[in-house]
């Protein structure tokens, strides 16, 4: 088995595009597995929504104020050693950088970079990562249908680059386990078993690498 400790021992962390389903996931998978839950503060950057609707003008704001909330946020929670027992987050640190990618010039990249390297500190890796993959088509309808007032500016175009950046991000994911999740038929918010397959699926991993599709 890849995950030798039990899984409400684990750090598992959820990671994917914006709309693929990461809350949800991660609140059902931790209340499956009795773990606690450890959220990205979005809605705390002020510049998210101005981004959305001119993201050439906001880039550098939003990511500077993430990586700045990101910081505070998982260096205050590794002091009370959270970590120690079972959690399931619903990003991983690494995000922030490839966002960036995304969103920057390379000249306000190498300032990001100059920026993040002065503030860097040791953060946890998980035990795990679970990557939801999904059409861009199929998360813009999701996006939709929730409804958010800061995320209706989001175009399809950026969220194909979203998706992009990620998809070669764990092609060359190295540092923890990987699960690779494609979820344009499998709803964990709507299919009450889907977590619990997700569960079993986790536990019969052999090597640090997989994918799964459960199209039953």
């Known amino acids: 088995m ?3 400790q039990p899984l409400n021992r684990c750090h598992i962390a959820v990671e994917g595009a914006i709309g693929v389903g990461k809350t949800t996931l991660t609140t059902r998978l931790a209340d499956r597995l009795g773990s606690d839950t450890f959220f990205e503060q979005v809605d705390d950057n002020p510049f998210i929504e101005l981004f959305y609707k001119d993201p050439s003008r906001h880039a550098l704001a939003v990511q500077l104020s993430f990586l700045f909330s990101r910081l505070k946020h998982w260096q205050s929670l590794h002091q ?6 079972g959690v399931v987050s619903d990003y991983i640190f690494a995000k ?5 990618t995304v969103t920057l010039s390379d000249e306000e990249l190498a300032l990001y970079d100059q920026v993040a390297r002065l503030v860097s500190i040791d953060v946890p890796k998980p035990d795990l990562v679970v990557y939801l993959q999904s059409d861009a088509s199929i998360i813009m309808e999701r996006i939709r249908s929730r409804n958010r007032a800061m995320e209706q500016g989001i175009k399809a175009d950026y969220l194909r680059d979203v998706i992009a950046a990620y998809d070669r991000f764990f092609f060359h994911y190295q540092e923890t386990p990987l699960l690779i999740v494609q979820t344009d ?3 964990f918010a709507e299919d009450e078993t889907a977590v619990d397959s997700l569960i079993e699926r986790i536990g019969s991993m052999q090597s640090r690498t997989e994918f799964w ?3 039953s």
């Not at 009370?80 to 027992?85: G, T």
């Not at 922030?96 to 960036?100: G, K, T």
């Open 96 to 100: 922030d950088r490839l966002f960036a």
């Open 185 to 187: 038929r499998l709803n």
């Open 2 to 4: 890849v995950i030798e």
């Open 80 to 85: 009370q050693n959270l970590f120690a027992s």
């Open 213 to 215: 599709a459960d199209y």
